[in-house]
């Protein structure tokens, strides 16, 4: 459409009138202001249409599909995560608290509690030779480069020998991955991904979570392939998953995570702080935290890595030594979207 007289039109004034120069006198011709002030009603018509559809369409997918208009209706009003939610760690712990504490005798050759301390450190004396380290007098111990080097140099499987029983060890982050599968498995508000060290990190869950991909680009890929699926694919893209990630915390009724090694929150240090001073409770998981990471080398070492995180306003980082605190980490986090705890 044509607007007549867009232009506005100065009045004539007196030259020599310095008022009018500086600020001059304009006129809005009528049918220009009456467009204008017809566009909030307009504006007003528009909306109530669209939220017409909105709700014809609300009630047909309700009738279609009543469990997920319930689910989303629920995050609506802050409700993420599931009734039973702390049964996704709590019944993990029960199921391998006996496997775990079974270990634990075993590494320890079966010593009573109350035995170990002394034990262990008449073990110490006995391994170290005292020669090249063990305790001083005054109780602390002094071990000298030789004997370190022997301790490091030593083959994982004769360092997990004891006694006459070979433990088989688990990492944290396959406990971590563990725990999260029954975070994803029983919220379905959880959605995440990786860059693309879902393999290492144990991040990806295919048969439950799918890949967020047209099925056309997901060929290959195990897992059903749609947007409705519950796995970001980021690449090799830690600053764009992490920033993406805020993008979803802010907006969307979801709860986001991502996992890769804790060296290459490096690259993402940007947008992790943009969300701490945001307070966004996104989950972040690292691996591979040791200096002692394998043939990777010291690109995959994150030496300052950790004091850097934690040195960041509003950012609980957590590092846990066993699977109880792994466990305990996860109910912390989780306790964000309840109204038991609320952290920032």
Not at 9 to 20: P, R
Not at 158 to 168: D, S
Not at 280 to 289: A, K, R, S
Not at 291 to 313: C, K, S, Y
Request: proline share 6%.
């Amino acid at each position: 459409w044509e607007l007549e007289g867009l232009a506005l039109s100065a009045v004539a004034s007196d030259a020599n009138d310095h008022d009018d120069i500086a600020l001059p006198k304009f006129h809005v011709p009528q049918p220009v202001m009456k467009k204008f002030r017809d566009f909030g009603t307009r504006g007003d018509t528009k909306a109530d249409e669209w939220e017409e559809m909105l709700l014809r369409y609300y009630a047909q997918f309700k009738a279609k599909e009543p469990d997920l208009v319930r689910d989303l209706s629920e995050r609506m009003q802050g409700k993420y995560l599931t009734d039973d939610w702390h049964r996704s760690v709590n019944d993990y712990l029960t199921k391998y608290s006996e496997m775990i504490k079974s270990n634990l005798r075993t590494l320890h050759n079966e010593l009573d509690e109350a035995d170990e301390p002394v034990a262990m450190r008449a073990e110490f004396r006995v391994k170290t030779g005292m020669g090249g380290g063990g305790l001083s007098k005054s109780g602390s111990f002094c071990l000298d480069e030789t004997v370190i080097a022997q301790a490091l140099t030593e083959p994982p499987a004769k360092r997990q020998k004891t006694g006459e029983g070979v433990v088989k060890y688990k990492a944290g982050r396959v406990y971590v991955s563990e725990i999260l599968r029954s975070f994803v498995e029983l919220n379905p508000s959880i959605i995440g991904g990786s860059t693309d060290v879902a393999s290492s990190s144990g991040g990806h869950f295919p048969s439950i979570q799918g890949n967020f991909l047209p099925k056309e680009h997901g060929k290959g890929l195990p897992g059903d392939c749609s947007f409705a699926s519950r796995y970001i694919h980021f690449g090799v893209r830690e600053h764009a998953c992490v920033a993406i990630l805020n993008g979803i915390s802010s907006y969307a009724c979801l709860i986001p995570y991502c996992t890769m090694f804790t060296v290459f929150y490096q690259y993402a240090l940007p947008a992790v702080r943009m969300a701490s001073i945001s307070k966004f409770p996104i989950l972040y998981i690292g691996t591979h935290d040791s200096i002692d990471v394998g043939e990777d080398g010291p690109t995959h070492q994150p030496v300052e890595v950790l004091p850097q995180l934690r040195a960041m306003p509003n950012l609980l980082v957590i590092r846990p030594a066993d699977v109880e605190e792994i466990v305990g980490a996860f109910e912390v986090y989780a306790e964000q979207y309840t109204t038991r705890r609320r952290i920032h």
